[in-house]
């Protein structure tokens, strides 16, 4: 595995975000949004196999080497919407692609339908619409909300007395990990500090959504995209998990390619990463 990238520090109006960029000068542009509690790193397997792509792999906010937001913001995926779309502008992609995994499929998919006329394709792994919620659980879902937040303030970031045990805790998380897959993550989302090491991330991001979206809300975003979309869906993922998905998705204008392998099948071994590549390099540049 070998990627020669360049680092990038991005000055948003509101956050300063890390990135680094890969591929030709002249490739398509794309934008890689990782998942939650990722980093950039989780497309270090992928882009290496993926050919003609100008490649920008940001760190969202929050995560990796990227600036926390400031105290009193919240982590919104609309918020993580507008930093994507704010990143293509400051490198004046006014059409651009988006590659997505997890919570980044999500907001790619959510800033496609936002701005349908920005997007030239839309490239997602194992998941495409946010969570969502009955309308008769919002105040409730709200409720759990502020008190999650009210307890979080005396809460500490655990430190893990060596960075070993720090990888461990990754694949242990509630999304796991392969070992090898939790290495690739520590080497942009683990710091030292006194004690020992702790991951960058901000704690905030486990705090639960104040609001989510209705079912109907949210596939009205996919029905406005008027690019193609490929997802791929790994056979041990989420998407398999959720009863009535594949029922929604047949009704969609989806290209869907489902392939062996966990949550992160591109990132836990070089296999499921190439099965990913090949799929999208025939989606990026069709016969």
């Not at 919407?81 to 790619?108: C, K, N, P, T, Y």
């Not at 090491?197 to 991001?205: A, F, K, N, P």
């Not at 009205?220 to 594949?246: D, H, Y």
Request: glycine share 6%; with cysteine.
């Amino acid at each position: 595995m070998s990627m020669q990238v360049e680092e990038v520090r991005l000055s948003l109006p509101h956050i300063e975000l890390a990135a680094h960029i890969s591929g030709p000068e002249d490739g398509l542009p794309v934008l890689a949004v990782h998942g939650w509690m990722d980093n950039a790193m989780s497309f270090a397997r992928l882009i290496p196999k993926l050919h003609g792509l100008r490649i920008v792999a940001v760190d969202l906010a929050g995560h990796g080497y990227s600036d926390h937001r400031p105290p009193g913001a919240s982590y919104l995926i609309w918020e993580y919407v507008a930093d994507i779309l704010q990143v293509a502008d400051q490198f004046g992609w006014e059409r651009f692609s988006l590659l997505g995994h997890s919570m980044g499929a999500i907001v790619s998919t959510l800033l496609t339908g936002t701005m349908p006329h920005r997007v030239e394709r839309l490239a997602l792994i194992d998941a495409i619409i946010p969570h969502t919620a009955e309308p008769q659980a919002m105040a409730a879902e709200l409720a759990t909300a502020l008190d999650a937040q009210k307890a979080h303030g005396s809460k500490r970031k655990r430190v893990h007395d060596s960075f070993d045990k720090a990888i461990e805790a990754r694949m242990k998380g509630q999304v796991p990990v392969n070992r090898e897959a939790s290495e690739l993550l520590a080497q942009r989302g683990v710091m030292p500090v006194p004690g020992g090491y702790v991951w960058r991330t901000d704690s905030r991001l486990a705090l639960p959504s104040p609001v989510r979206l209705t079912l109907p809300q949210a596939l009205a975003f996919v029905e406005r995209i008027t690019c193609p979309i490929n997802l791929v869906v790994a056979q041990q993922g989420i998407l398999r998990k959720i009863p009535g998905t594949f029922d929604m998705l047949e009704r969609l204008p989806v290209e869907i390619t489902e392939l062996p392998g966990r949550h992160h099948l591109h990132l836990e071994d070089e296999e499921g990463a190439q099965a990913v590549a090949d799929c999208f390099n025939r989606f990026f540049h069709p016969a």
